[in-house]
């Protein structure tokens, strides 16, 4: 297992048109999390799973936003009718149990809406 | 959202000075975590400091946690040109992590 991994590495999509990103974790972690992260910026919150159970979402994930696990490993994080406001590179992690002890991020999906 | 602030924003440096990073924070935390990102690519764990503990070292970085300023340091000594990238402070409460703003990090050869 060679890490966190996130498919596609980079997305350009034209504004009003759906994309979908996926996310390999670690395959003992249980905890997957997404983040997106605009220039400049820290990462921001959006999500996260306990295995295929998404535990909590954050404001920032309007109704445009959808993420599923459902079967525990991969997950996936669809943008419906995209915005140019949604550009922004988006994170995915993963960890161990409760993830105290540290993440372990992939490369990121950078999404450009024109 | 984000927990809060760090400073400075920028630091640049030239390679073997030392480089100081501070976080501030602003609620109660069961840990609080540094990490790195290189240009346009994830994020690497660098180094977690417990809330219980004031300093704790690992090779060529040092952090420091005050709880009661809910604050943080770290430390890079003796830079190298390779050590240039974003540092990020997140802290841990009960559930998941929180990003600060981040600091870049220039070192010049």
């Known amino acids: 297992d060679t890490g966190v991994s996130q498919d596609p590495r980079h997305k350009i999509t034209k504004r009003g048109q759906n994309v979908t990103f996926r996310c390999d974790p670690i395959?003992?972690?249980?905890?997957l999390y997404w983040y997106r992260q605009t220039l400049g910026q820290g990462p921001e919150f959006l999500t996260y799973f306990q295995n295929e159970a998404q535990l909590e979402k954050s404001r920032l994930l309007s109704d445009r936003f959808s993420a599923e696990r459902p079967k525990g490993s991969f997950s996936t994080l669809e943008i419906q009718r995209t915005e140019q406001g949604d550009s922004a590179m988006y994170l995915c992690a993963s960890s161990l149990t409760q993830g105290a002890e540290g993440y372990t991020f992939g490369s990121g999906t950078r999404l450009t809406v024109v | 959202s984000q927990q809060g602030e760090e400073d400075p924003q920028a630091l640049s440096i030239q390679e073997g000075e030392n480089a100081t990073m501070n976080c501030s924070y602003k609620t109660s935390i069961n840990n609080l975590q540094w990490y790195r990102q290189n240009s346009g690519r994830g994020l690497v764990h660098l180094i977690l400091i417990r809330s219980n503990e004031r300093e704790k070292h690992s090779g060529r970085l040092r952090v420091t946690l005050d709880t009661s300023k809910k604050s943080s340091s770290l430390l890079i000594t003796a830079s190298r040109a390779a050590d240039t990238a974003s540092y990020f402070c997140a802290t841990y409460n009960t559930d998941k992590l929180i990003f600060g703003t981040g600091t870049r990090l220039q070192v010049f050869p």
């Open positions: 395959s003992e972690h249980n905890r």
